[in-house]
């Protein structure tokens, strides 16, 4: 044990023995392999009352769970340990200038999260597993994720002037088509038409809102779906398959989206690939996940000696990943949550939380569960070609 974390044990111990219920862990030069000790949070219970306020009336009891806040930023931290995913009463992780690059698809094990604070890292997306914590399932109330280099990253800020005008429209006519309202500032927009498709998106929802829910429009807009990417779809081996999009990795890369309006989608793009769909997984795949809940991936691998098929190899090179990201040899599909080992399609879909647009990255174990969450919630006809 080296003497930071024996250091990190001895004073998490001794808060943990007086049920404190802070852990200000702010620039203490800890790094993942540091934070093993963070079960011990587990052991604390809620603060006993006061007796002279709060001691409760005959017949009632007093919760033993307390609300725990977890402040690690600016530290080293470069991944999330599993440990902390089992600190099931944490309300508030505070994570900021940490070197993540990605978030684990566990962290909607952290069911009581009220605040979750990403802000400086170096995310590419965030799992679609967050929806899970953001309401009606979860008690997300603050997400901060600016100062990452997210897939085009979009304050919606920029949009106030057009979101003010628009919606003084809307409230004054609600009969008014949306695009009729939208259109024109697209094609006035000419060199930044690709820029002023964001907006369209986030007035789009916005409209909507205020169609649906009235004045109350803009607090309906958390969490709504604004925009979506093609279907990447990769074949057994996890290759992308010829034709199919590429999956945007960062801010630089250009990228097709596209806006699902009530007049049809309105696509940066052509998108006319998609593989027929099957739900059925893999003779290689199925033959790995049972041998995988046997041996490990190296012990295959030595059984197998030097003739590894190509699927096979590439599988287990996965599985390997999938322990390495997220704990464990498979991974639950994001849209029906069964086990798989190589994702089969994966997409971003933007979703407009707390006035930012965040990227959400789904991946599915089938390519029917891609076409099946389009067919569903995704774009249906596209009726304009930028
Ligand atoms: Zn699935």
Redesign the pocket.
């Known amino acids: 044990m080296g003497l930071r974390k024996t250091e990190l044990f001895r004073h998490l111990s001794c808060q943990v023995e007086n049920n404190a219920t802070c852990y200000d862990l702010k620039c203490a030069a800890l790094n993942a392999g540091d934070l093993e000790c963070l079960g011990r949070l587990n052991q604390v219970i809620a603060p006993i009352p006061d007796p002279g306020l709060e001691m409760p009336v005959e017949g009632q009891y007093r919760s033993m769970v307390p609300q725990l806040v977890l402040e690690l930023d600016g530290n080293n931290i470069n991944y999330l340990p599993s440990v902390l995913f089992s600190v099931e009463n944490l309300t508030f992780l505070s994570l900021a200038r940490n070197g993540l690059s990605y978030l684990p698809s566990r962290i909607n094990r952290l069911r009581n999260l009220k605040s979750l604070v990403l802000t400086s890292n170096r995310l590419g997306s965030l799992p679609a597993s967050l929806l899970d914590l953001m309401s009606p399932r979860g008690k997300l109330e603050r997400l901060d994720v600016w100062g990452n280099p997210f897939v085009d990253n979009k304050d919606v800020s920029e949009y106030n002037e057009y979101v003010s005008l628009f919606r003084s429209r809307l409230l004054m006519d609600s009969s008014l088509e949306v695009s009729h309202v939208l259109w024109p500032l697209f094609e006035g927009a000419g060199e930044r038409q690709k820029e002023c498709l964001w907006a369209i998106a986030f007035l789009h929802a916005q409209a909507q809102a205020i169609k649906e829910q009235g004045r109350d429009g803009e607090l309906l807009l958390y969490k709504r779906s604004v925009a979506f990417t093609p279907i990447t779809y990769y074949d057994l081996a996890g290759q992308k398959m010829k034709g199919s999009k590429d999956l945007p990795q960062s801010a630089e890369d250009t990228f097709e989206f596209v806006i699902r309006t009530d007049r049809g989608d309105f696509a940066s793009t052509k998108i006319d690939f998609a593989p027929p769909a099957s739900?059925a997984p893999s003779l290689v795949e199925l033959c790995l996940r049972s041998v995988l809940k046997e041996e490990s991936p190296g012990e295959v691998r030595r059984l197998l000696s030097q003739e590894i098929p190509y699927a096979v190899d590439k599988g287990l090179v996965f599985a390997e990943d999938n322990v390495a990201e997220q704990f464990s040899l498979t991974l639950s599909?994001?849209?029906?949550?069964?086990e798989?080992i190589v994702p089969r399609a994966a997409f971003i879909e933007f979703r407009v939380f707390d006035f930012e647009i965040i990227p959400l990255k789904w991946k599915?174990?089938?390519w029917?569960?891609a076409q099946e969450w389009h067919d569903k919630f995704g774009p249906g006809k596209t009726f304009r070609l930028v």
Do not use: E, F, I, T
Request: glycine share 0%; with cysteine; charged share 15%.
């Open positions: 739900a599909c994001d849209y029906c949550s069964k798989y599915v174990c089938s029917q569960c």
